[in-house]
């Protein structure tokens, strides 16, 4: 039995649990946010992808219902604990933590999103549930057919809390919690917060504890990050070259477009590279035939969208490709926190054309510190082609000499099209 996770004051058969799981110590997250947890504190807390969140507030909340030795009544439709997440994979991957550190108690623990049965999930939310996760369209559907509850859930945790409260969730949001019971915990935990972002959060918690155990927005040490400016027309072909040359039998690539990623995966079976992709269009059944399949070595490549970099925890990854800079200089740090994760080494590589170097600026920007680049022998970018058909947002604060150099080359393509 693990001394250090008895020494924050959890169960004994949670701690039991845990030794069993092959947790031997807690990590920073949850060294610090856990006895707050436990206290019943509204914590805001910030730490890197891979380092535990989950496990920093699903322990306490289990610790805490057993201690209440709630008896449900069959009829009941209370969930007294509900994890809300932004995406379906996220939303799995929590149910299947905090199941497995629920394991030996007799809590009912659910989860509910898009893309699955909605009789499956009424049926197991019959009774009511301990604790639920959910996305928040999908646990709108279920209150809407009054399958559920929320006046008496004593604990409401936003998991990647940022992305929870960016314009596109936050009326559903809304909705939700004036369905809720004002005297209640909220815990936000996420790996980036943007000022605007916690501005928002401390509006909706009541005297919160802040945790930051890293430095805020950062990435991980064990990762080893590298932008290769690359022309966009040659990316997929760099990417190739890069899995086949270098060996790399299992990469996550990260696409700005669904109909992006569907093109990439099959631009890359075509080199003979197993490829498969992942995104909002799939079914959630080909979404998790998809990840089953990477995940067991079947397929090389997943290509991905943003919303699964929320939500993917696959052991031993050791390389993320961004095949498209990301908008949102906050999920580089997301994309990337899917390797290098409990301390393992892992490998982040961006392929850059001239018109996403803004991007870049923002993510270095973010991380207050400069990536390393290098240009690759054969793939090497070509300055005339860039410049000529650079419709980057920055183009009007380059220097003088490079706008002379772009309207000189405008003349030469012009005469070469006579």
């Known amino acids: 039995m693990s001394k250090a996770f008895a020494n924050l004051g959890l169960a004994n058969e949670l701690v039991e649990t845990l030794s069993q799981l092959g947790f031997e110590k807690p990590t920073d997250i949850q060294h610090h946010a856990i006895p707050y947890v436990l206290e019943g ?62 394991r030996h108690t007799n809590l009912k623990v659910v989860t509910a999103y898009g893309g699955t049965s909605m009789g499956v999930q009424t049926k197991n939310l019959h009774g009511g549930c301990d604790i639920l996760i959910a996305t928040p369209g999908r646990l709108l559907d279920h209150m809407f057919c009054k399958n559920i509850t929320l006046q008496k859930t004593q604990t409401l945790v936003l998991d990647e809390a940022d992305r929870m409260l960016d314009m596109g969730f936050w009326p559903d949001l809304k909705r939700i919690l004036s369905k809720m019971n004002r005297e209640r915990q909220t815990l936000f935990f996420s790996a980036t917060f943007d000022k605007k972002i916690k501005d928002v959060a401390y509006r909706m918690m009541n005297e919160p504890q802040e945790v930051q155990v890293a430095p805020q927005n950062s990435t991980a040490e064990t990762v080893e990050q590298m932008v290769y400016p690359v022309d966009k027309k040659r990316k997929a072909e760099l990417l190739a070259f890069l899995i086949g040359s270098r060996n790399w039998q299992q990469v996550l690539v990260f696409t700005k477009t669904k109909q992006g990623s569907d093109a990439l995966a099959a631009e890359l079976k075509l080199d003979g590279i197993k490829a498969v992709s992942i995104n909002g269009d799939k079914s959630q059944g080909a979404r998790q035939k998809a990840l089953d399949d990477f995940k067991a070595g079947k397929v090389r490549a997943l290509i991905a969208t943003d919303v699964a970099a929320r939500g993917l925890d696959i052991n031993q990854l050791e390389q993320v490709v961004n095949f498209d800079m990301p908008f949102k200089a906050e999920d580089y740090v997301h994309r990337i926190g899917r390797t290098g994760r409990a301390g393992k080494s892992g490998l982040a590589v961006s392929l850059m ?66």
């Open 353 to 418: 054309s001239r018109d996403e170097e803004y991007l870049l600026d923002a993510i270095e920007r973010l991380l207050d510190k400069r990536l390393p680049q290098e240009w690759l022998e054969g793939y090497e970018p070509s300055l005339i082609e860039e410049i000529v058909e650079d419709k980057s947002p920055r183009r009007k604060s380059r220097s003088s000499e490079k706008r002379k150099m772009k309207a000189k080359l405008k003349i030469h393509a012009g005469r070469g099209k006579r």
């Open 41 to 102: 504190r509204d914590v805001l807390a910030g730490a890197q992808t891979g380092t535990g969140k989950t496990a920093a507030f699903g322990l306490p909340i289990i610790h805490r219902l057993l201690e209440q030795a709630i008896v449900r009544d069959p009829q009941s439709k209370d969930v007294l604990a509900l994890v809300l997440v932004p995406t379906r994979e996220l939303a799995q991957q929590v149910f299947d933590n905090i199941t497995s550190y629920a």
